[in-house]
Protein backbone atom coordinates (compact mmCIF):
# COMPACT_ATOMS: atom_id res chain seq x y z
CA UNK A 1 0.00 0.00 0.00
CA UNK A 2 1.27 3.87 -0.92
CA UNK A 3 1.93 5.56 2.20
CA UNK A 4 1.54 9.52 2.65
CA UNK A 5 2.70 11.07 -0.57
CA UNK A 6 4.89 13.91 -0.90
CA UNK A 7 5.66 16.48 -2.96
CA UNK A 8 8.51 17.39 -3.76
CA UNK A 9 11.23 16.05 -1.64
CA UNK A 10 13.37 19.08 -2.23
CA UNK A 11 13.01 22.59 -3.29
CA UNK A 12 15.16 24.96 -3.30
CA UNK A 13 13.88 28.91 -3.87
CA UNK A 14 14.50 32.24 -3.43
CA UNK A 15 13.32 34.91 -0.97
CA UNK A 16 10.21 36.32 -2.17
CA UNK A 17 8.97 33.34 -4.61
CA UNK A 18 6.17 31.62 -3.88
CA UNK A 19 5.95 27.40 -2.59
CA UNK A 20 3.51 25.11 -2.85
CA UNK A 21 3.98 22.14 -1.43
CA UNK A 22 1.65 18.87 -1.94
CA UNK A 23 0.38 15.63 0.04
CA UNK A 24 -1.67 12.77 -1.05
CA UNK A 25 -2.90 11.18 2.06
CA UNK A 26 -3.72 7.16 2.53
CA UNK A 27 -6.99 5.97 0.71
CA UNK A 28 -9.83 5.91 3.12
CA UNK A 29 -7.81 8.36 5.78
CA UNK A 30 -10.05 11.69 6.42
CA UNK A 31 -7.47 13.75 9.07
CA UNK A 32 -4.94 15.44 7.16
CA UNK A 33 -1.92 17.24 9.33
CA UNK A 34 0.83 19.43 8.42
CA UNK A 35 3.60 19.58 10.29
CA UNK A 36 7.26 21.91 10.14
CA UNK A 37 9.83 20.92 11.62
CA UNK A 38 13.10 22.62 12.25
CA UNK A 39 16.30 22.04 14.53
CA UNK A 40 15.47 25.16 16.65
CA UNK A 41 12.07 24.66 17.12
CA UNK A 42 11.81 21.24 17.00
CA UNK A 43 8.61 19.51 15.19
CA UNK A 44 5.27 21.71 15.16
CA UNK A 45 2.18 21.44 14.21
CA UNK A 46 0.73 24.07 11.84
CA UNK A 47 -2.40 22.71 10.46
CA UNK A 48 -4.69 19.98 10.56
CA UNK A 49 -8.06 18.94 8.65
CA UNK A 50 -10.83 16.64 9.31
CA UNK A 51 -13.55 15.86 5.98
CA UNK A 52 -11.29 17.99 4.01
CA UNK A 53 -12.48 20.80 6.47
CA UNK A 54 -9.55 22.85 8.28
CA UNK A 55 -10.33 22.82 12.14
CA UNK A 56 -6.96 24.47 13.76
CA UNK A 57 -5.03 26.42 12.16
CA UNK A 58 -3.47 28.40 15.21
CA UNK A 59 -0.19 26.62 14.43
CA UNK A 60 0.49 28.58 10.97
CA UNK A 61 2.83 31.11 11.86
CA UNK A 62 2.00 33.94 9.48
CA UNK A 63 -0.45 35.18 6.74
CA UNK A 64 2.11 34.39 4.20
CA UNK A 65 1.29 30.59 4.75
CA UNK A 66 -2.10 29.01 3.54
CA UNK A 67 -3.04 25.37 3.61
CA UNK A 68 -6.11 24.17 1.48
CA UNK A 69 -7.56 20.38 0.78
CA UNK A 70 -9.72 20.66 -2.18
CA UNK A 71 -10.44 16.99 -1.70
CA UNK A 72 -10.02 13.78 0.35
CA UNK A 73 -7.00 12.97 -1.56
CA UNK A 74 -5.14 15.87 -1.73
CA UNK A 75 -3.99 18.95 -0.25
CA UNK A 76 -1.69 21.51 -0.40
CA UNK A 77 0.52 23.86 1.93
CA UNK A 78 1.63 27.26 0.30
CA UNK A 79 4.12 30.20 1.24
CA UNK A 80 3.48 33.39 -0.32
CA UNK A 81 6.16 35.19 -0.17
CA UNK A 82 8.55 32.86 1.07
CA UNK A 83 11.37 33.77 3.26
CA UNK A 84 14.44 32.29 4.55
CA UNK A 85 13.40 31.74 7.78
CA UNK A 86 10.86 29.08 6.49
CA UNK A 87 13.56 26.43 5.18
CA UNK A 88 12.32 23.79 7.02
CA UNK A 89 11.20 20.15 6.21
CA UNK A 90 7.41 20.14 5.77
CA UNK A 91 5.83 17.13 6.98
CA UNK A 92 2.26 15.97 5.86
CA UNK A 93 0.64 12.98 7.92
CA UNK A 94 -3.17 11.28 7.93
CA UNK A 95 -4.55 9.37 10.11
CA UNK A 96 -8.32 7.93 10.45
CA UNK A 97 -10.42 9.11 12.63
CA UNK A 98 -13.54 6.71 11.93
CA UNK A 99 -10.99 3.85 12.63
CA UNK A 100 -12.02 4.93 16.38
CA UNK A 101 -10.61 4.18 19.67
CA UNK A 102 -7.26 5.36 21.08
CA UNK A 103 -4.81 4.20 18.60
CA UNK A 104 -5.63 7.00 15.92
CA UNK A 105 -2.03 6.89 14.67
CA UNK A 106 -1.14 9.03 12.44
CA UNK A 107 0.99 8.32 9.43
CA UNK A 108 3.38 10.48 8.18
CA UNK A 109 5.07 11.24 4.61
CA UNK A 110 8.90 11.35 3.78
CA UNK A 111 8.46 15.15 4.16
CA UNK A 112 9.75 18.17 1.66
CA UNK A 113 13.26 19.92 2.43
CA UNK A 114 12.42 23.60 1.65
CA UNK A 115 15.46 25.35 1.48
CA UNK A 116 14.66 29.58 0.98
CA UNK A 117 17.63 31.62 -0.21
CA UNK B 1 -1.91 18.17 27.31
CA UNK B 2 0.39 17.22 30.01
CA UNK B 3 3.97 17.97 29.24
CA UNK B 4 6.58 15.33 29.45
CA UNK B 5 10.37 14.84 30.41
CA UNK B 6 12.94 12.96 28.65
CA UNK B 7 16.47 12.72 28.30
CA UNK B 8 17.93 14.15 25.83
CA UNK B 9 20.38 11.44 24.59
CA UNK B 10 20.97 7.51 25.51
CA UNK B 11 23.48 5.15 23.97
CA UNK B 12 22.63 1.11 24.04
CA UNK B 13 24.85 -1.47 22.08
CA UNK B 14 23.19 -3.79 19.83
CA UNK B 15 21.53 -6.57 20.87
CA UNK B 16 21.22 -5.44 24.66
CA UNK B 17 17.80 -3.89 25.58
CA UNK B 18 17.18 -0.06 25.31
CA UNK B 19 15.06 1.64 28.33
CA UNK B 20 13.93 4.84 27.51
CA UNK B 21 12.49 6.52 30.42
CA UNK B 22 9.73 9.29 30.10
CA UNK B 23 8.45 11.59 33.18
CA UNK B 24 4.63 12.98 32.87
CA UNK B 25 3.88 13.82 36.36
CA UNK B 26 0.90 15.99 35.60
CA UNK B 27 -0.89 13.77 33.59
CA UNK B 28 -4.68 13.77 33.50
CA UNK B 29 -6.81 10.70 34.26
CA UNK B 30 -7.92 10.68 30.57
CA UNK B 31 -4.49 11.28 29.00
CA UNK B 32 -2.78 8.29 27.25
CA UNK B 33 0.66 7.93 26.66
CA UNK B 34 2.39 7.52 22.76
CA UNK B 35 5.53 6.76 21.85
CA UNK B 36 6.77 7.77 18.29
CA UNK B 37 10.14 7.79 16.90
CA UNK B 38 11.88 9.50 13.95
CA UNK B 39 14.58 7.46 12.08
CA UNK B 40 17.11 10.20 10.38
CA UNK B 41 15.31 11.89 6.95
CA UNK B 42 12.11 10.68 7.62
CA UNK B 43 8.88 11.39 9.37
CA UNK B 44 7.91 9.97 12.24
CA UNK B 45 6.48 6.17 13.19
CA UNK B 46 4.16 5.61 15.98
CA UNK B 47 5.66 2.74 17.98
CA UNK B 48 3.00 2.09 21.05
CA UNK B 49 0.81 3.52 22.90
CA UNK B 50 -0.99 2.99 26.24
CA UNK B 51 -3.83 4.00 29.56
CA UNK B 52 -2.10 2.23 32.58
CA UNK B 53 -1.68 -1.17 31.73
CA UNK B 54 1.52 -2.57 30.55
CA UNK B 55 1.47 -3.02 26.67
CA UNK B 56 3.27 -4.87 24.58
CA UNK B 57 3.61 -5.48 20.56
CA UNK B 58 5.76 -6.78 17.86
CA UNK B 59 8.30 -3.29 18.23
CA UNK B 60 8.68 -2.70 21.84
CA UNK B 61 6.73 -3.14 25.43
CA UNK B 62 5.33 0.00 27.33
CA UNK B 63 5.62 -0.20 30.98
CA UNK B 64 3.43 2.83 33.14
CA UNK B 65 3.71 3.10 36.52
CA UNK B 66 1.22 2.34 38.72
CA UNK B 67 0.94 6.14 39.63
CA UNK B 68 1.15 6.78 36.02
CA UNK B 69 3.38 9.57 36.49
CA UNK B 70 5.98 8.13 34.44
CA UNK B 71 6.47 5.30 31.78
CA UNK B 72 9.62 3.21 29.85
CA UNK B 73 9.41 2.43 26.35
CA UNK B 74 11.54 -0.85 26.16
CA UNK B 75 13.16 -2.01 23.01
CA UNK B 76 14.25 -5.77 24.00
CA UNK B 77 16.71 -6.12 21.63
CA UNK B 78 18.14 -2.88 19.64
CA UNK B 79 19.70 -3.20 16.20
CA UNK B 80 21.56 -0.64 14.58
CA UNK B 81 17.95 0.48 12.56
CA UNK B 82 16.66 1.53 16.07
CA UNK B 83 19.02 4.48 15.87
CA UNK B 84 16.65 7.16 16.12
CA UNK B 85 14.98 10.10 17.97
CA UNK B 86 12.42 8.79 20.45
CA UNK B 87 9.32 10.92 21.28
CA UNK B 88 7.35 10.18 24.22
CA UNK B 89 3.72 12.08 24.28
CA UNK B 90 0.65 12.62 26.19
CA UNK B 91 -2.53 13.54 25.25
CA UNK B 92 -6.48 13.00 25.44
CA UNK B 93 -8.06 10.68 23.10
CA UNK B 94 -12.06 11.87 21.88
CA UNK B 95 -13.59 10.65 18.92
CA UNK B 96 -12.89 12.40 15.98
CA UNK B 97 -9.86 14.61 16.32
CA UNK B 98 -6.34 13.75 17.29
CA UNK B 99 -3.50 15.66 17.60
CA UNK B 100 0.31 15.37 18.94
CA UNK B 101 2.48 17.88 20.51
CA UNK B 102 5.99 16.58 19.96
CA UNK B 103 8.51 17.66 22.39
CA UNK B 104 12.24 16.98 22.16
CA UNK B 105 13.02 13.29 22.16
CA UNK B 106 15.23 11.32 23.45
CA UNK B 107 17.91 10.80 20.30
CA UNK B 108 18.69 6.81 20.97
CA UNK B 109 22.38 5.57 19.31
CA UNK B 110 22.58 1.87 19.05
CA UNK B 111 25.99 0.54 18.33
CA UNK B 112 27.85 -2.52 17.07
Sequence with gaps: DAGVIQS?????????????????????????????QTMMRGLELLIY??????????????????????????S??????SEPRDSAVYFCASS????????????FGPGTRLTVL | DAKTTQPTSMDCAEGRAANLPCNH??????????????????????????????????????????????????????TLRDTAVYYCIVRVVSSGYSTLTFGKGTMLLVSP
Aim: glycine share 6%.
Design chain 1, 8 to 36: PRHEVTEMGQEVTLRCKPISGHNSLFWYR
Design chain 1, 49 to 74: FNNNVPIDDSGMPEDRFSAKMPNASF
Design chain 1, 76 to 81: TLKIQP
Design chain 1, 96 to 107: SSLAGGPRNEQF
Design chain 2, 25 to 78: STISGNEYVYWYRQIHSQGPQYIIHGLKNNETNEMASLIITEDRKSSTLILPHA
